[in-house]
């Protein structure tokens, strides 16, 4: 199974931007997609893989929302490439599967807010 540290670094991202400290939010996430990087994907069987998906697929949504916070645009929209580039290329449906995870656990309420406070009060 793979390492828990990546989890505990998404979760404490979560926390982050809970409190509202985005950079911290940042520093978690960054910690957590390196930690990420470790486990090459050939390597793994198909549970473990599909664990680091949804922990990756969550942590640049956390990085994405808190560089948005930041003002660091160029930053969240090269998130935004990785995370809807490889989400949807897949095409298998895992990475909607995250999104529906997320909102039953409540944590996409949490990125929603704060995504809808970085385009000017609109609605998502």
């Known amino acids: 199974m793979a390492d828990r540290r990546p989890e505990k670094a998404c979760e404490q991202a979560c926390e982050s931007l809970k409190q509202q400290d985005y950079e911290v939010a940042v520093k978690h996430c960054t910690e957590a997609l390196l930690s990420l990087s470790q486990y090459p994907p050939a390597h793994l069987p198909e549970p473990c893989q599909a664990q680091i998906d949804r922990i990756k697929i969550?942590?640049?949504?956390?990085?994405?929302?808190?560089?948005?916070?930041?003002?660091?645009?160029?930053?969240?929209?090269?998130?935004?490439?990785?995370?809807?580039?490889?989400?949807?290329?897949?095409?298998?449906?895992?990475?909607?599967a995250?999104?529906?995870?997320?909102?039953?656990k409540g944590k996409l309420q949490i990125v929603s807010n704060v995504l809808s406070k970085s385009l000017m009060g609109e609605s998502l």
């Open 58 to 96: 969550e942590t640049l949504l956390y990085r994405i929302a808190s560089f948005l916070q930041l003002k660091k645009y160029g930053q969240a929209d090269e998130d935004c490439r990785h995370v809807l580039g490889e989400g949807l290329a897949k095409g298998d449906g895992s990475f909607r």
């Open 98 to 104: 995250v999104l529906c995870c997320m909102h039953l």
